[in-house]
């Protein structure tokens, strides 16, 4: 993938933050996601800060920064810089090897019920496997601006899908840009089902239970032999993907219509 590849997938990341509903209203302008570069795996491409107009739905492939893993602007175009929580970015590249993909932003409801020490738990499918555990918590609310605060970051994350920062936001990692904005939405989600939870039943309200989502990872797709007699005659099916599809198309439209006007 070549740099210019890699802003163009950065500012799609960017933009489905905002169309998710991840970075609106409020919080347009809060959230960044990363890519780690291939052909150089001690730099990154993100969003920076001080465009004209500095929110996430607005974002072009040359509005990116590339970045170092001490948070250095390699490049990027002028006038802007580094977003200020660049650190969160830098300091999971230099600690995970295996993460290509970082994605920060502040999630209301995944931020609230840390706030009031509610575990997220699974209630619903989509998610499920991201909260089966609680996540790791890292109690701070202040920006991370620094290096010493994006290790401690790191460390909290350890070798997990997300960490929740106390009263700010999430930060969600994985080998792909799909990995790690999917995780983003598939948490919120599932916090804000949590949410109804605790409205509906209480704070100790139940949650999907082990042995079952157990059984649920287990599912196979037309697994009936009469049934694969479908999949010989018609062949394969387009299984799966078609979220990530849809709405990193329904981005591209977007960026590319407002490049025109
Ligand atoms: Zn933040």
């Not at 919080?27 to 730099?43: E, F, I, K, Y």
């Not at 209630?123 to 996540?135: C, D, I, Q, S």
């Not at 009263?167 to 840009?177: A, C, L, P, R």
Request: glycine share 8%; charged share 20%; net charge negative.
């Amino acid at each position: 993938m070549t740099l210019d590849e890699l802003k163009y997938e950065v500012a799609i990341g960017s933009r489905i933050l905002n169309l998710t509903g991840l970075a609106s209203g409020v919080r347009a302008s809060m959230g960044h996601v990363s890519l780690r570069d291939p052909t150089n795996p001690n730099r990154f491409v993100v969003k920076g800060r001080g465009y004209k107009i500095d929110v996430l739905s607005r974002m072009q492939p040359e509005d990116m920064v590339v970045c170092d893993l001490d948070g250095y602007l390699i490049d990027g175009p002028p006038g802007v810089l580094q977003c200020n929580e660049v650190m969160i970015h830098a300091s999971v590249f230099k600690a995970r090897p295996d993460v290509n993909s970082v994605v920060h932003s502040h999630p209301p409801f995944s931020v609230m019920l840390t706030v009031l020490g509610i575990p997220i738990v699974p209630v619903v499918l989509e998610g499920l496997r991201l909260v089966r555990k609680p996540l790791p918590i890292y109690r701070h609310t202040a920006l991370i601006t620094s290096i010493a605060q994006g290790a401690e970051m790191a460390r909290d994350l350890g070798d997990a899908r997300a960490v929740h920062l106390l009263g700010h936001g999430v930060t969600t990692v994985g080998k792909t840009i799909e990995e790690s904005v999917t995780a983003m939405a598939q948490l919120e989600y599932q916090a804000e089902m949590n949410s109804h939870a605790c409205a509906a039943g209480g704070r100790d309200h139940a949650r999907i239970p082990d042995d079952l989502i157990e059984e649920y990872l287990q599912w196979k797709p037309l697994a009936e032999p009469h049934f694969q007699e479908a999949v010989a005659r018609l062949g394969p099916a387009n299984m799966g993907g078609s979220i990530w599809k849809d709405i990193t198309t329904r981005a591209a439209e977007e960026m590319e219509a407002a490049a025109k006007a």
